[in-house]
């Protein structure tokens, strides 16, 4: 059973940071896309970053380029969404998921954590 679990999420004053934790589990991952979307109250889950577990390529909203950083750990079955420069409009419950395309259409991801909120105070 393919679980993923996100961890990390908490609030932080603007110009923060915070890193967020996804421990995947129960298949091989190799060859899939790990994603980042999140979703505030009253909006569409919205693309934020992805990174290839094979390869580490990453890809970024541009909302989030520069400040945010995500990166994989092959060992521990881990990815991870460094988050620097908080902003409050960052404010949203976190997700990680895995498809098997570099994409960013949340509808093509097969797997999906419970998520973790990520509140950013002005």
């Known amino acids: 059973q393919v679980q993923l679990v996100e961890s990390g999420g908490g609030l932080v004053q603007a110009g923060g940071s915070l890193r967020l934790s996804c421990a995947a589990s129960?298949?091989?991952?190799?060859?899939?896309?790990m994603g980042w979307f999140r979703q505030a109250p009253g909006n569409e889950r919205e693309f934020v970053a992805a990174?290839?577990?094979?390869?580490?390529?990453?890809y970024y909203a541009d909302s989030v380029k520069g400040r945010f950083t995500s990166s994989r750990d092959n060992a521990k079955n881990t990815v991870y969404l460094q988050m620097n420069s908080l902003k409050p409009e960052d404010t949203a419950v976190y997700y990680c998921?895995?498809?098997?395309?570099?994409?960013?259409?949340?509808?093509?991801?097969?797997?999906w954590g419970q998520g973790t909120q990520v509140t950013v105070s002005s």
């Open positions: 990174i290839t577990w094979s390869f580490g390529n990453t």
């Open positions: 998921a895995a498809g098997n395309a570099l994409t960013t259409s949340a509808a093509r991801y097969d797997y």
């Open positions: 129960g298949r091989t991952f190799s060859g899939y896309t």
